[in-house]
């Protein structure tokens, strides 16, 4: 079984603040971790990934995310926040050893980057 | 990477009528997936669509109401049958990029359908 958590709805931050968008998940193997994101009247954009190697992945738009196994956390991190940042974001998980290519997704989270 | 295409993009149909929405891959994909995203919420997974065989539905979803066509490695349609207001949503087609650590999940841009 698979699952994953976005803990909060909304996250609201300041430009030029850093920002961080909460993720955890649930499988019974090994998982494979996404982040997309997704802007008003659009499709799901891929922005990141962890399948394995360093716990530290960098993706589009200058966002990166850590996966920590011990917590089984993968948080999304940007340095400093861009008002363009502002969208849906939405974690995925899909446990490798299931065999399936259906990932689950989080319920997603509202990101607002105030000026 | 895969560039994927939806037509349309947005529609606006009456009650009780039918709208076929067409999902395009700019390379031969084996899985397609077709999602619904009700305003502000995540996604649900309709179906799964592979090239060669009938699709597999999620439950909840029939394929009277849902219809998909899978007929190469490129292309799909889902149909969405006597609809209802209920049936508003934004439809996503999806596919997977396998390969080793290459393996992604591509989404369209979404046909947004508001049925009056």
């Known amino acids: 079984a698979q699952s994953v958590a976005q803990p909060e709805d909304q996250v609201n931050v300041a430009e030029g603040n850093p920002l961080t968008v909460k993720c955890t998940y649930s499988?019974?193997?090994?998982?494979?971790l996404f982040w997309y994101v997704q802007y008003p009247n659009r499709g799901l954009q891929f922005l990141l990934k962890y399948i394995t190697g360093d716990n530290l992945v960098k993706g589009s738009y200058g966002f990166e995310a850590e996966f920590n196994k011990s917590q089984t956390s993968f948080h999304l991190k940007k340095p400093s926040a861009l008002v363009s940042d502002s969208a849906l974001y939405f974690c995925a998980v899909r446990d490798v050893s299931g065999g399936s290519y259906i990932p689950t997704f989080g319920r997603g989270t509202s990101l607002i980057v105030h000026p | 990477s895969a560039v994927i295409s939806q037509k349309p993009s947005r529609d606006i149909c009456q009650r009780g009528t039918s709208l076929t929405i067409q999902c395009q891959v700019d390379?031969?994909?084996?899985?397609m997936f077709w999602y619904r995203q009700q305003p502000g919420q995540s996604l649900t997974l309709i179906a799964t669509?592979?090239?060669?065989?009938?699709?597999?539905?999620e439950s909840g979803f029939v394929i009277d109401k849902f219809p998909i066509s899978r007929p190469n490695l490129t292309f799909s349609t889902l149909t969405v049958s006597n609809m209802s207001p209920e049936d508003s949503s934004i439809y996503l087609c999806s596919s997977w990029v396998t390969g080793g650590r290459t393996d992604t999940q591509y989404f369209g841009p979404g046909t947004r359908l508001t049925v009056l």
């Open positions: 499988v019974s193997g090994n998982p494979y």
């Open positions: 669509a592979n090239q060669g065989s009938e699709a597999t539905y």
């Open positions: 390379s031969q994909v084996t899985m």
